[in-house]
């Protein structure tokens, strides 16, 4: 119940293109969803966040989706760019609580 | 901007060795973690620590692993005797507080167990 289900493991995009990274949850006490990307030999990096009382936030070319009767949620990158290439991660925290349980992570390759 | 710094980048050890990896903190940060990444898997968490004492931690931080903020600006982490299934990324985080904060990652210690 405390898993995070991330899909797809891998995905390739062509530049100028949407990548959508999906991720669902069981837990229903979850009420913080942030999303990092880690380039290779670096650590995550936080790149968008969102709470379920919206049901979307944006910053910049990157949206968060957020279907809380469907325990979902998504990345949204638009206009992607090279530059974008790097494994990402959706994770959710529960207010309270210190730990965050991550996904299992989507390689995104962005092909110019 | 300020970042969690970690060293060192890369540890090898001998199987049943004890290994220190260190991780310095944003500076005005009050929680602090570790989690740790197998090859190609998920990141995993491992311990939270606040007010000088661990406030929670996973089935995986058994009495092997160890934490402690020995000054006011650095945070370990301790393996006692170390087993090859410890081989992993271990990153160090911190946040300014609890929950529905973010946390912030350092770049990692690349442990190898040989």
């Known amino acids: 119940q405390q898993q995070v289900k991330q899909s797809p493991q891998s995905l390739i995009v062509q530049k100028g293109g949407i990548s959508i990274i999906n991720c669902a949850y069981e837990?229903?006490?979850?009420?913080?969803f942030p999303w990092y990307q880690q380039f290779p030999g670096k650590g995550p990096a936080l790149l968008i966040a969102i709470r379920p009382d919206v049901s979307e936030k944006k910053e910049g070319r990157f949206t968060i989706s957020f279907n809380k009767s469907a325990k979902q949620f998504s990345l949204h990158i638009m206009d992607s760019q090279p530059g974008d290439s790097a494994t990402y991660f959706c994770a959710a925290g529960i207010q309270g609580a210190q730990k965050l349980v991550f996904g299992q992570g989507t390689r995104l390759t962005i092909n110019p | 901007e300020p970042e969690v710094t970690q060293t060192p980048s890369h540890q090898v050890t001998q199987m049943g060795q004890e290994v220190i990896l260190r991780c310095v903190p944003i500076?005005?940060?009050?929680?602090f973690y570790w989690y740790r990444q197998i090859l190609g898997q998920k990141v995993e968490f491992l311990v939270s620590?606040?007010?000088?004492?661990?406030?929670?931690k996973s089935e995986i931080f058994d009495d092997q692993f160890s934490v402690e903020r020995p000054d006011g600006s650095n945070f370990t982490l301790k393996i006692r005797s170390t087993k090859l299934e410890d081989s992993a990324m271990y990153f160090c985080a911190s946040s300014v507080r609890e929950g529905n904060q973010p946390q912030h990652f350092g770049d990692g210690t690349r442990l190898s167990i040989l």
């Open positions: 620590f606040y007010n000088n004492e661990i406030s929670e």
């Open positions: 500076s005005n940060h009050l929680y």
């Open positions: 837990n229903t006490a979850f009420d913080y």
